[in-house]
């Protein structure tokens, strides 16, 4: 099956700093996604972007599929921003295949 | 936007005991719906598919014994896990997409914390 890896594994950042996420496949995908796990769990949909680029607020997203990645940048980072970051790659069937995740720390 | 909504959000049990979460599409209606399950500190797994009306697709290691779904309307989803172990207790996390289709993002429920003790 399909394989998602996502860089870094963990990231750690002063409030007000700005960063950037990978996630990279290896096969191609019906759609890509982007979301933020908060401490309780909750998986919040970030962006649907099979390609090109999006943006909302301070998070914008690009997707090169031809190349195979994805990148979720992050402006003027804040503490609520701190969680998991997670890409998942959409395959037939609308089956989603998860990447290991981003764990983000912003520190006041 | 779409909701899901997902229950318990939380539930210890014994083991031997089985437990039942729902999954429900709040504002549309959807055929399919996936269940997930996240262990601490990783990502998040498919564990199946559930297609309202006929049986769910399992994927590979999930045992379909164990872990009952049934997808009676197009709004519900219950993941039943039977005769619960320590071992199963797992973070499960239901998402659905709308009739409409492959154009649109999957929407996912608050998640289910299972605590087998």
């Known amino acids: 099956g399909i394989q998602v890896e996502q860089s870094p594994p963990d990231l750690i950042l002063q409030e007000g700093a700005n960063s950037t996420l990978r996630c990279n496949f290896s096969d191609s995908v019906n759609n890509l996604q982007w979301f933020h796990q908060n401490p309780w769990g909750q998986l919040i949909n970030l962006f649907y972007i099979p390609s090109g680029t999006k943006q909302n607020g301070r998070l914008s997203a690009t997707t090169v599929a031809t190349e195979r990645y994805s990148l979720l940048y992050i402006s003027s980072s804040q503490t609520t921003d701190s969680g998991v970051y997670f890409c998942a790659a959409e395959t037939s069937g609308s089956r989603l295949t998860f990447g290991e995740g981003t764990q983000l720390t912003v520190n006041p | 936007g779409a909701v899901v909504s997902q229950h318990p959000s939380r539930v210890i049990c014994k083991s031997g005991t089985s437990v039942k979460i729902e999954c429900r599409s709040l504002d549309f209606q959807a055929t399919t719906m996936f269940w997930y399950r996240q262990f601490p500190k990783q990502s998040l797994m498919l564990m199946a598919t559930s297609n309202e009306g006929s049986k769910a697709t399992y994927e590979q290691g999930v045992e379909k014994d164990k872990f009952l779904i049934n997808h009676a309307s197009l709004t519900l989803s219950t993941l039943t896990v039977t005769s619960a172990h320590p071992e199963d207790s797992s973070f499960y996390i239901c998402?659905?997409?709308?009739?409409?289709?492959?154009?649109?993002?999957?929407?996912f429920g608050n998640g289910t914390r299972l605590t087998v003790t």
């Open positions: 998402s659905a997409r709308g009739v409409q289709g492959g154009d649109s993002p999957l929407h």
